[in-house]
């Protein structure tokens, strides 16, 4: 593996080429307009797979976008990992707010800008240019198996049916993703923990057309007046969310494992500038790092109704509607707290309103032990590139089907990301530094070759 720092050297301009012909298709899967690209992004990855020197690869068929998976075994008694990434990315509104075009990656400031830069093809692509260096310099010392989702960002709904209907061909010994982040990127860290999520739209009717807001208003309710009312009654001003029932579930981390977590590296002005807030929020009693990783929270992703329009035009209008979700800490039911939320918003609409929740998508938290072989392996390889020990931290985000594969495949997975909280995933601007490209690139190697020493 020693010579992995040259050969990134020497291919460098290729894998970035390779990568942006990845990255112009605009495979958003939430955007049934796009349902082409979610082809093209998948046969692109089956080109990739093979190129690299898979044995084989496939793109398969699911009952929505399709899984692409590639395969190299080289001895049916040597350990196997299982890559996992996804192809699919979120979509770029508000498109105004890019100072570069989404679909066009460019290079500026040491980093890739672009939709999907991090989020995941960046991080997946690396994956394909370490196996890559590994068949070619005849070192790759595990069976390696790709599978490259094109539904993660709509929560996977077709993955868990797929894990089912092909366990034999998936067997593995650990699956290796990379689709999280690092506190720094002269911090290396690894993801213990996820969270799980619940996601809804709600719809809330008044009137059966919008109405002129001066011949009615005052007398008949306005649907956006009591939708932000209700969402209101979801949370106090501590940031407790008051759903009844919400915290059964949840397990109080220990006074120990608090202070462990504080030891993490965590600068609040920085923190603050750069996302340019003043203040900080969130639930009362715990710190920064606890609120987005061993705390659920509650949050509207999106609200709309009546006339948005350039201009004034004075209606009540007759509907209105926001998507809403929930990140949950592991041992909370999503399908619970998901039943959970549509009673309670359901039992505090007045009766001038009907309510509609619908249950969008959502997923289990997952946590992964620190003493299993994997995690000593991405350990040792964060160690030998970064010259630093990795931190455990957990991760505010979720990544639905982890813990689907630990409960259909029997699985653990190992979280090594190599994104950072500036890479403005899901956002305008997303973007992934090229200094931790590389360093992904040169980790992955080391990682295969302790965890076959294990």
């Given amino acids: 593996m020693e010579n992995i720092k040259n050969y990134i050297e020497e291919n460098k301009d290729r894998f970035l080429e390779e990568l942006f012909e990845l990255i112009r298709i605009p495979s958003i899967s939430s955007i049934k307009e796009h349902k082409d690209d979610m082809m093209k992004a998948a046969e692109k990855w089956k080109e990739i797979i093979l190129a690299a020197g898979g044995d084989k690869a496939e793109v398969m068929p699911t009952d929505g976008n399709p899984v692409v998976y590639g395969e190299k075994i080289i001895d049916e008694n040597a350990p196997t990992v299982l890559v996992y990434g996804h192809y699919d990315v979120m979509p770029v509104d508000p498109v105004d707010l890019w100072n570069t075009t989404p679909f066009e990656p460019v290079i500026k400031d040491g980093k890739i800008w672009a939709r999907g830069a991090d989020d995941d093809k960046g991080q997946a692509f690396m994956h394909a240019k370490a196996f890559e260096f590994m068949v070619k310099n005849n070192n790759l010392p595990c069976n390696v198996k790709f599978m490259i989702e094109g539904e993660e960002e709509i929560g996977s709904p077709s993955l868990g049916k797929f894990c089912d209907e092909n366990k034999e061909l998936l067997k593995a010994d650990i699956i290796l993703v990379s689709d999280t982040g690092m506190i720094a990127e002269d911090i290396p860290s690894i993801t213990t923990g996820l969270r799980g999520l619940s996601y809804w739209e709600v719809e809330v009717t008044g009137p059966n057309r919008d109405l002129h807001s001066g011949l009615f208003g005052g007398a008949v309710a306005n649907p956006i007046n009591i939708l932000a009312k209700m969402i209101a009654q979801t949370t106090d001003d501590d940031g407790k969310i008051l759903i009844p029932g919400f915290y059964d579930d949840v397990i109080e981390c220990s006074d120990a494992e608090r202070e462990l977590m504080a030891k993490a590296p965590f600068n609040e002005e920085e923190y603050k500038k750069a996302i340019d ?9 715990y710190t920064t790092g606890e609120r987005t990783g061993i705390r659920p929270s509650f949050d509207v992703c999106g609200i709309w109704g009546g006339y948005t329009g350039e201009g004034a035009k ?133 990682f295969y070759k302790y965890f076959a020493e294990m």
């Avoid at 807030?277 to 009693?285: D, Q």
């Avoid at 090594?416 to 956002?427: C, R």
Wanted: proline share 8%; aromatic share 8%; net charge neutral.
């Fill in 277 to 285: 807030v003043k203040e900080l929020a969130g639930e009362k009693g």
């Fill in 314 to 446: 004075t209606v009540l209008p007759s509907k209105a509607s926001a998507k809403i979700s929930t990140r949950l800490v592991p041992n909370q039911d999503n399908v619970k707290i998901s039943e959970m939320f549509k009673e309670y918003f359901e039992s505090i609409a007045p009766a001038s309103v009907k309510v509609k929740v619908t249950p969008l998508h959502g997923g289990q938290g997952y946590v992964c032990p620190i003493d299993i072989p994997a995690y000593e392996a991405a350990e040792k390889a964060l160690q030998k590139v970064y010259g630093k020990q990795a931190v455990p931290v957990r991760s505010g985000g979720s990544i639905p089907i982890i813990s689907t594969f630990e409960e259909k495949l029997g699985l653990k997975s190992v979280l090594m990301g190599f994104g950072l909280e500036s890479d403005a995933i899901h956002s305008p601007n997303e973007n992934y530094p090229l200094n931790q490209f590389f360093n992904g690139i040169e980790s992955l190697p080391w």
